[in-house]
Structure formats: structure tokens, C-alpha cells
């Protein structure tokens, strides 16, 4: 069966400090991946996604940015965190098979920039 | 484009009462329709899709949906609440487009009363 696994699960981190947050699924090849944030009371919001490997789409412009260096790995990263960063980070595949096949999601990283 | 409208961001009911959760759609083309769940700090759990095979669909834990055309509705119901239920549901429709993402509803947050 299919999984999928995101670290760490809550992180607390200061202002202009850099940001690695790792995403990997097991039990399925060649998936597309996605990173959502989650702002209270907001909904969720696409931020990028990925049908392949090296081969990323932003959604939104802002501080953020997404690597997939391996087929079943997808990586959300800055630089230097805003307060704005704030949220509940959350990465989820999918496979290509149809459209209306669901996103499954990992457990999510509550990011805190202080 | 397509989007999803949630009615209500916060619902209330007794233990044992009806849940009703309400879900509008805007699409094009024929839409594919998702509920999630979401406990706090965690990721989101599918309940129930609809894809075209059957207007009134069941999930897990007792939930159902009804898809309506002529409303452009997708409501989720459950006959009887219970403690276990209170937590925040997420209506989302799938886009037939190269990303082939979710597009997720605002959320309602459902509490149950003793």
C-alpha cells in the first residue's frame, strides 16, 4: 500500500532563518506531487506541484520555493522566512491515472516563524 | 475556472442529530467532487468522491453525499452525530488541467454537543 511520510511535524523557526521541509511516498511510482498551505480559517492553498522529477509549477509568487530531486521526494524550502510563513504545510500525490482519482496527504508541519 | 463554495464555516449539532454540511460547485465540465475530514493537527482523510457512476455516494463513518446538477450542489449528511465527528470537513472538486490539483472549499468546522 501506498504512504507518504512529511518531517518534521512542528517546527519553530525565527524570522529570515532558512527552511527545509521534506515530503517522500513509498508504494507508488512516477506520482504527481503537491504542496498545500493551510492558513487558519482559510482553507488550503495550492503552492506548487510536480508531475516529474526536476520539474516543478509555482502557483502563487512569494518566499517559498520546491525541489523534486528524486521521483517520490518533493522538498519546500526558503531562504529567509517572513511571519506571512506561518501555516500548516501539507504535501500530498496523486496518481495520473485519471482526475478523479484523490489526493492523499501526509500528516502535515505546523511551521511557526517567530 | 472551478471552485467550491462551503456555506457555514462553523456548524453545530447535538449527539444524534442530523449533520448537513452544505457544498456549491462552479465547473465547466462534468466536476469530480471530494469531501475530506481534517483532525486537529493532522493531514486530510478522504470520505467519499463522486465520479459520475452514482448521484448519491457513501463514505467512511457513516457519511453520504448527493450530487445535484440542477443545484450545482454536492451536501454531505450523516443521520446521526456523533462526539467522534467534530472536527473540520473540506468539500473539493478536481481539475481536468495539466496540474491536475484539488480545489478545496473554505472548510466547515463541525462541533457536536452532548
Known amino acids: 500500500s501506498q504512504t507518504i511520510h512529511q518531517w518534521p511535524a512542528t517546527l519553530v523557526q525565527p524570522v529570515g532563518s532558512p527552511l527545509s521541509l521534506e515530503c517522500t511516498v513509498e508504494g507508488t511510482s512516477n506520482p504527481n506531487l503537491y504542496w498545500y498551505r493551510q492558513a487558519a480559517g482559510r482553507g488550503l492553498q495550492l503552492l506548487f506541484y510536480?508531475?516529474?522529477?526536476?520539474?516543478i509549477s509555482s502557483e502563487v509568487p512569494q518566499n517559498l520555493s520546491a525541489s523534486r530531486p528524486q521521483d517520490r521526494q518533493f522538498i519546500l524550502s526558503s531562504k529567509k522566512l517572513l511571519l506571512s510563513d506561518s501555516g500548516f504545510y501539507l504535501c500530498?500525490?496523486?496518481?495520473?491515472?485519471?482526475?478523479?482519482?484523490?489526493?492523499?496527504f501526509g500528516n502535515g508541519t505546523r511551521l511557526t516563524v517567530t | 475556472a472551478q471552485s467550491v463554495t462551503q456555506l457555514g464555516s462553523h456548524v453545530s449539532v447535538s449527539e444524534g442529530a442530523l449533520v448537513l454540511l452544505r457544498c456549491n460547485y462552479s465547473s465547466s465540465v462534468p466536476p469530480y467532487l471530494f469531501w475530506y475530514v481534517q483532525y486537529p493537527n493532522q493531514g486530510l482523510q478522504l470520505l467519499l468522491k463522486y465520479t459520475s457512476a452514482a448521484t448519491l455516494v457513501k463514505g467512511i463513518n457513516g457519511f453520504e453525499a448527493e450530487f445535484k446538477k440542477s443545484e450545482t450542489s454536492f451536501h454531505l449528511t450523516k443521520p446521526s452525530a456523533h462526539m467522534s465527528d467534530a472536527a473540520e470537513y473540506f468539500c473539493?472538486?478536481?481539475?481536468?488541467?495539466?496540474?491536475?490539483?484539488?480545489?478545496f472549499g473554505s472548510g466547515t468546522r463541525l462541533q457536536v454537543q452532548p
Open positions: 473539493a472538486v478536481s481539475e481536468p488541467t495539466g496540474r491536475r490539483a484539488l480545489t
Open positions: 510536480s508531475v516529474g522529477i526536476g520539474q
Open positions: 500530498a500525490w496523486r496518481g495520473k491515472q485519471s482526475y478523479n482519482s484523490p489526493l492523499h
